[in-house]
């Protein structure tokens, strides 16, 4: 059984960091295209960073530059961290793991809330 578990969102000031980590387990992990993805009330889920199986990285345009998405094969995990974090920011942040159509795995999400 596949399973995606994120950790580490909560409550941080305009300006502060969050690191969100998600681990996975049930699944070769190393073959898959990995990602965050957020959703915040009333919107769409929306992609904020991908990782390939490569280490090719990709960002939301709103995202470049404040953020950086990692993933560690041996470990099993993907990580997120955020920096500069501002309150349009807050949001259920989802861990992804997918390989096109066939192969797509959402975690339970852990909340990111950003206070002006």
């Known amino acids: 059984q596949v399973q995606l578990v994120e950790s580490g969102g909560g409550l941080v000031q305009a300006g502060g960091s969050l690191r969100l980590s998600c681990a996975a387990s049930?699944?070769?992990?190393?073959?898959?295209?990995m990602g965050w993805y957020r959703q915040a009330p009333g919107k769409q889920r929306e992609l904020v960073a991908a990782?390939?199986?490569?280490?090719?990285?990709n960002y939301a345009d709103a995202m470049k530059g404040r953020f950086t998405i990692s993933r560690e094969n041996a470990k099993n995990t993907v990580s997120l961290q955020m920096m500069s974090l501002k309150p349009e920011d807050t949001a259920v942040y989802y861990c992804?793991?997918?390989?096109?159509?066939?192969?797509?795995?959402w975690g339970q999400g852990t909340q990111v809330t950003v206070s002006s």
């Open positions: 992804n793991l997918r390989s096109g159509a066939a192969i797509n795995y």
């Open positions: 990782v390939t199986t490569e280490g090719r990285t």
């Open positions: 049930g699944i070769t992990f190393s073959i898959y295209v």
